[in-house]
């Protein structure tokens, strides 16, 4: 997949009839991240005490589902103001679907990267989705969660990759193989048991699928995925990884060896219906892709 591919939209980040609303958001990092804040909030950490019957907006999943729940509250630009509340409830996912998707409607490549951040508590790295988008010489990270107003003593609209602040999926499973760090300061927070050598594994898949505009859900279940790493096939994993690294360091062969396997191997990618954990009940329903 070229650069080229990443201007056009996913099933998941095609806002179908709501393109005019993207048209209006400026092909700027910091106005389209203004704008995915003000229009979602993050279901467990923004702050603000949402209903119940709200949290399943998370699950919204297509870009165009979320803008329907959005419009249905605030008709009209995505730039007017919304009350904290008020937005649609979604996690890291889907701040950055949104971004990406502004983005690609003004036909600058962006893509969703998966990993780890280690910027939101200390010692702890949390699953995290960053947008990575092609500024016309490089790809730039960047986080459209963070406010720029907020003190920190990083550039979150342009991420260095080599600053370990966040590290990709690929990066954390290859550094866990070599013995290089505790995974078990990996995961969804330091409370839950969402964490280590397993949970890592599979958000190899998720990178994968994310870097071949299968924007999933960080909670699908797909393909080779486990809850227990000794169902892993963990030199399988290795190779993906390696692939993935050799790719994001310019790679051509190793992009096209990732694009080969995840259009052959059914392990790699998700099918027509897959699982998914809904991460506010626990239930597994199965979900139909198609659209």
Not at 111 to 135: C, K, M
Not at 152 to 178: E, H, M, T
Not at 186 to 204: E, K, S
Request: aromatic content about 8%; some cysteine.
């Amino acid at each position: 997949m070229d650069i080229d591919d990443y201007r056009a939209h996913s099933p998941y980040s095609d806002p179908g009839r709501h393109a005019p609303l993207l048209d209006a958001v400026p092909a700027d990092i910091a106005a389209v991240a203004a704008t995915v804040r003000n229009v979602i909030i993050h279901y467990r950490a923004g702050g603000v005490e949402l209903p119940a019957a709200r949290l399943d907006e998370v699950n919204s999943r297509w870009l165009d589902r979320i803008l329907d729940t959005d419009q249905s509250r605030f008709p009209g630009p995505l730039s007017a103001a919304r009350p904290a509340a008020e937005r649609v409830a979604g996690c890291c996912r889907d701040h950055t679907l949104l971004a990406v998707a502004a983005l690609r409607q003004h036909g600058v490549p962006a893509r969703s990267r998966v990993g780890f951040a280690s910027y939101f508590q200390t010692g702890w790295h949390h699953d995290h989705v960053l947008v990575e988008y092609w500024n016309g010489e490089r790809w730039v990270w960047a986080d459209p969660e963070l406010d720029p107003a907020a003190d920190r003593p990083f550039d979150g609209y342009d991420i260095d990759p080599a600053a370990g602040l966040f590290d990709s999926a690929a990066r954390v499973w290859s550094a866990y193989r070599a013995g290089q760090l505790d995974p078990d300061r990996y995961g969804v927070q330091p409370d839950l048991p969402i964490r280590g050598p397993w949970f890592i594994h599979d958000y190899v898949l998720h990178e994968l699928a994310h870097r071949q505009k299968d924007e999933l859900l960080l909670w699908d279940r797909f393909g080779a995925m486990t809850d227990d790493l000794a169902d892993a096939d963990v030199a399988f994993a290795d190779e993906i990884a390696a692939l993935l690294l050799a790719a994001d360091g310019g790679d051509d062969a190793a992009e096209k060896e990732l694009n080969d396997r995840y259009a052959r191997d059914t392990r790699l990618r998700p099918a027509a219906v897959i699982s998914s954990i809904d991460p506010n009940t626990g239930a597994v329903p199965p979900v139909d892709l198609r659209r």
